[in-house]
């Protein structure tokens, strides 16, 4: 048996844009939770969001500070609680964690789309136990988290840690491909280099896609895409962006998919889906409006479709980052101990950088 300690060391956000590693206690095991020894923990956009105090009052995320935040991790079963037996999980098991804390019982959760469970979320979601863990639960920039056994993925062995934590996302996009139906000798469009769009790009490719394009306004960036696989990049900077794409689809894309968040982009997509096509929106604009011509949907019989989170992908995203099918190696751009999450936080930001994912080892 592993010795747990009392107290640990943890990232904590205790005002706004201001994180302090300090010692904490250790959680204690509610029935049917599983202590994790967290090794590796993602920084992304929300986690700036969440630091800054952008949701605190439309989500309650963070409910009060402090707070630790941290959600794309990957880590060790150290101890099993009230309930949980070595049948369920074994000590030592490698893991990812989903985030949220679904019903089961509710018609979402019945029907197999447990992300968007109708009991969590909203105004008393949190006082009934269906927490969003980094969100308004505590996270995993720790040595160890507590987490309910139905949320834990098994990681494949040859996976290192920083890889399964990109796993995390792997499935978020894979869900995103999911929903765009993309079939063998499909033309996709990726809008957005970010580390979605990247991961988008690679699943498309392996899900059979003859050409990938990738758009963005990133040198860098763009040429990593084509580096993964993009068969080709166009530059948003440059004249008439959606002309070229139309050029290098033939007069469009099967399947688009958004990942940069911008209402640009969504007007992009729709511009260059072919008749017939889907469009799949997988970025947030935050609530930003976005002015549209309608009559392009209806005459060009497009498909329009969102998608969030993850649902029924992260085993498989976790499969083919084993496989070689994503890389997620490349996606790592740099790596803190937790004892400098500042630096980290920091250099994630900078956009001199261009981080793709800043990965913290607690
Ligand atoms: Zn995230
Ligand atoms: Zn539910």
Redesign the pocket.
Known sequence: MIEIPKTMRAAVTVAWNEVRVMEVPVPALRPGEVLCRVRACGICGTDLKIMAGVFADSKKWPRELPFIQGHEWSGEVVALGPGVTQEDIKIGDRVVGESHM?????????EGN?H?????GGEKAYEKG?YLYGHDAPGAFAEYVARPLSLLYRVPESLSWEEAAIGNQAAVALHLADRGDIKAGYKVVVLGPGHLGLLSLQIAKAMGATTVIVTGRDDQRLALARELGADYTVDIREDAPERRILELTGGGADVVLECAGTPEAVCTALEVARKGGKVVLGGLTGGKQVAIDPDKLVLKELDVRGSHARVNSQTRALEMIAKGLINARKLVSFTFPLEEINKAYNTFKDRNNRAIRVIVQP
């Not at 679904?102 to 019945?110: L, N, V």
């Open positions: 679904f019903c089961g019982t509710c018609r979402m959760c019945q447990y968007m469970c109708d009991r969590a269906f």
